[in-house]
Nanobody, 121 residues
Framework: QVQLVESGGGLVQSGGSLRLSCVAS????????MGWFRQTPGNQRELVAA???????NYADSVKGRFTVDRDSAKQRVYLQMNNLKPEDTAVYYC???????????????WGQGTQVTVSS
Protein backbone atom coordinates (compact mmCIF):
# COMPACT_ATOMS: atom_id res chain seq x y z
CA GLN A 1 0.00 0.00 0.00
CA VAL A 2 0.99 3.58 -0.65
CA GLN A 3 -0.01 6.50 1.56
CA LEU A 4 0.02 10.15 0.57
CA VAL A 5 0.02 13.06 3.01
CA GLU A 6 -0.52 16.61 1.78
CA SER A 7 0.13 19.93 3.44
CA GLY A 8 0.29 23.61 2.59
CA GLY A 9 -3.25 24.61 1.72
CA GLY A 10 -4.96 27.64 3.19
CA LEU A 11 -6.48 31.05 2.57
CA VAL A 12 -4.66 33.64 0.49
CA GLN A 13 -5.56 36.88 -1.22
CA SER A 14 -5.70 37.19 -4.98
CA GLY A 15 -2.19 37.60 -6.36
CA GLY A 16 -0.64 35.73 -3.46
CA SER A 17 1.29 32.47 -3.37
CA LEU A 18 1.04 29.08 -1.72
CA ARG A 19 3.19 25.97 -1.83
CA LEU A 20 1.63 22.55 -1.52
CA SER A 21 3.63 19.52 -0.46
CA CYS A 22 2.90 15.82 -0.71
CA VAL A 23 4.97 12.92 0.60
CA ALA A 24 4.48 9.30 -0.38
CA SER A 25 5.22 6.47 2.02
CA UNK A 26 4.61 2.77 2.36
CA UNK A 27 5.77 -0.34 0.57
CA UNK A 28 6.74 1.38 -2.63
CA UNK A 29 8.64 -0.40 -5.34
CA UNK A 30 8.68 2.50 -7.77
CA UNK A 31 6.96 5.77 -8.59
CA UNK A 32 6.13 6.53 -12.21
CA UNK A 33 4.50 9.94 -11.88
CA MET A 34 3.47 12.45 -9.22
CA GLY A 35 1.18 15.41 -9.55
CA TRP A 36 -1.79 17.42 -8.47
CA PHE A 37 -5.48 17.54 -9.32
CA ARG A 38 -8.16 19.88 -8.05
CA GLN A 39 -11.90 19.73 -7.63
CA THR A 40 -14.67 22.23 -6.96
CA PRO A 41 -18.20 21.34 -5.83
CA GLY A 42 -20.27 19.83 -8.60
CA ASN A 43 -17.33 19.44 -10.96
CA GLN A 44 -15.03 16.63 -11.95
CA ARG A 45 -11.52 16.42 -10.61
CA GLU A 46 -9.13 18.03 -13.10
CA LEU A 47 -5.41 17.77 -13.67
CA VAL A 48 -3.42 20.78 -12.49
CA ALA A 49 0.17 19.63 -12.98
CA ALA A 50 2.12 16.40 -13.15
CA UNK A 51 5.74 15.29 -13.25
CA UNK A 52 6.91 11.99 -14.72
CA UNK A 53 10.03 9.97 -14.00
CA UNK A 54 11.52 10.98 -17.35
CA UNK A 55 11.46 14.60 -16.22
CA UNK A 56 8.56 15.69 -18.36
CA UNK A 57 5.86 17.90 -16.90
CA ASN A 58 2.29 18.63 -17.88
CA TYR A 59 0.18 21.62 -16.86
CA ALA A 60 -3.42 22.68 -17.25
CA ASP A 61 -3.65 25.67 -19.59
CA SER A 62 -5.25 27.73 -16.82
CA VAL A 63 -2.17 27.49 -14.59
CA LYS A 64 0.68 27.65 -17.09
CA GLY A 65 3.14 30.38 -16.18
CA ARG A 66 1.79 30.62 -12.62
CA PHE A 67 2.17 27.14 -11.12
CA THR A 68 5.25 24.95 -10.99
CA VAL A 69 5.36 21.26 -10.12
CA ASP A 70 8.59 20.07 -8.56
CA ARG A 71 9.47 16.53 -7.62
CA ASP A 72 12.09 15.18 -5.22
CA SER A 73 12.31 11.55 -6.25
CA ALA A 74 14.79 10.60 -3.53
CA LYS A 75 12.41 11.82 -0.83
CA GLN A 76 9.29 10.68 -2.67
CA ARG A 77 7.89 14.18 -2.45
CA VAL A 78 6.09 16.42 -4.91
CA TYR A 79 5.47 20.12 -4.55
CA LEU A 80 3.18 22.59 -6.24
CA GLN A 81 4.30 26.20 -6.16
CA MET A 82 1.33 28.40 -6.90
CA ASN A 83 1.97 32.05 -7.72
CA ASN A 84 -0.34 34.87 -8.76
CA LEU A 85 -3.30 32.96 -7.40
CA LYS A 86 -6.76 33.85 -8.63
CA PRO A 87 -10.19 33.31 -7.05
CA GLU A 88 -10.91 30.69 -9.73
CA ASP A 89 -8.03 28.62 -8.34
CA THR A 90 -10.13 28.00 -5.22
CA ALA A 91 -10.60 24.24 -4.90
CA VAL A 92 -9.64 21.15 -2.98
CA TYR A 93 -6.24 20.07 -4.26
CA TYR A 94 -5.37 16.37 -4.33
CA CYS A 95 -1.97 14.78 -4.59
CA UNK A 96 -1.91 11.99 -7.16
CA UNK A 97 0.75 9.31 -7.56
CA UNK A 98 1.10 6.53 -10.08
CA UNK A 99 3.20 3.88 -8.36
CA UNK A 100 3.84 0.22 -7.88
CA UNK A 101 3.78 -1.23 -4.41
CA UNK A 102 6.06 -4.06 -3.37
CA UNK A 103 4.61 -7.45 -4.35
CA UNK A 104 2.01 -5.72 -6.51
CA UNK A 105 1.80 -6.95 -10.10
CA UNK A 106 0.84 -3.62 -11.62
CA UNK A 107 1.00 0.14 -11.28
CA UNK A 108 -1.84 1.80 -9.41
CA UNK A 109 -3.10 5.32 -8.89
CA UNK A 110 -3.13 6.67 -5.34
CA TRP A 111 -4.75 9.81 -3.93
CA GLY A 112 -4.14 12.06 -0.98
CA GLN A 113 -6.90 13.23 1.33
CA GLY A 114 -7.08 16.67 -0.26
CA THR A 115 -6.17 20.13 0.99
CA GLN A 116 -8.34 23.21 0.64
CA VAL A 117 -7.00 26.23 -1.21
CA THR A 118 -9.13 29.37 -1.00
CA VAL A 119 -8.25 32.56 -2.88
CA SER A 120 -10.13 35.68 -1.86
CA SER A 121 -10.71 38.56 -4.26
Amino acid sequence: QVQLVESGGGLVQSGGSLRLSCVASGRISGIIAMGWFRQTPGNQRELVAASSTDGSTNYADSVKGRFTVDRDSAKQRVYLQMNNLKPEDTAVYYCNVLARAIFDARDREYWGQGTQVTVSS
